[in-house]
């Protein structure tokens, strides 16, 4: 464990680390923010507009079980093994997540409270992004949360099936290579950098619902 810790220090303070993380969060992050936006707009569409909800439920129930490593070929036939493939599957993967659970929290708005918003002329279009949206954010939250996991993986598995820089790239090149070492240490970054995620959301979500933690909290009391 101490030649695994001392390469991968050895690997960070040469910059061959940073290097290889670079692109991979460009494409984990252009592909996660994709997806994390259409996941909301069509979620919020779904939940809140029943034609679209009618239109669209065959097509997720069709799409949404087959597992994302599973279109890796299909992608790769049409958009070739460049970043757009990978920032493609990256989206993909983190859509449903966010989708479903951002339909979940439209829906589970209290009816009351949206019958007194109309009373008090909040309707169409504004009713749904003053009243729905922040009702459902807690909800949403939780799908960007899951997805961003989700983003982290298929990342790596995309640069694992074609690539030719990246951390996922790294570490199959190192296994194939027979560098032990090296291959934990990439492994070990990826460890480290899901940590760090992870933490930094939950700040940031815990920043941004406050104000739902404080009337959750209160609502208890």
Same mark, same amino acid.
């Given at each position: 464990m101490s030649a695994i810790l001392a390469t991968w220090w050895d690997l960070i303070v040469s910059g061959e680390l940073l290097g290889e993380l670079v692109p991979s969060l460009w494409r984990m992050f252009a592909g996660y923010f994709i997806g994390v936006a259409l996941g909301v707009l069509v979620g919020l569409?779904?939940?809140?507009?029943? #034609? #679209?909800? *009618? !239109?669209?439920? *065959? &097509? &997720?129930?069709?799409?949404? %079980? /087959? %597992? !994302? %490593?599973?279109?890796? %070929? /299909?992608?790769?036939?049409?958009?070739? =093994? $460049? $970043?757009?493939?990978? =920032? #493609?599957m990256i989206a993909f993967a983190s859509f449903f997540p966010v989708l479903l659970n951002t339909y979940s929290g439209v829906r589970s708005v209290d009816p009351v409270q949206l019958q007194t918003a109309r009373t008090f002329g909040v309707a169409g279009w504004k009713l749904l992004w003053q009243i729905v949206l922040p009702a459902s954010s807690p909800y949403i939250f939780t799908g960007m949360r899951v997805s961003l996991a989700v983003a982290l993986i298929v990342m790596v598995i995309s640069e694992m099936v074609a690539a030719s820089s990246g951390i996922g790239y790294f570490i199959l090149s190192a296994q194939r290579g027979f560098k032990i070492r090296e291959m934990f240490a990439g492994v070990l970054t990826l460890a480290a950098l899901g940590y760090v995620l992870n933490r930094l959301f939950l700040a940031i979500e815990?920043?941004?619902?406050a104000w739902h933690y404080g009337y959750t909290q209160q609502q208890r009391s």
């Open positions: 569409l779904m939940g809140y507009v029943r #034609f #679209f909800y *009618t !239109s669209a439920r *065959t &097509h &997720h129930r069709v799409l949404r %079980p /087959i %597992p !994302s %490593p599973a279109y890796l %070929p /299909i992608v790769i036939l049409f958009l070739g =093994i $460049d $970043d757009e493939m990978k =920032i #493609f815990n920043r941004v619902l």
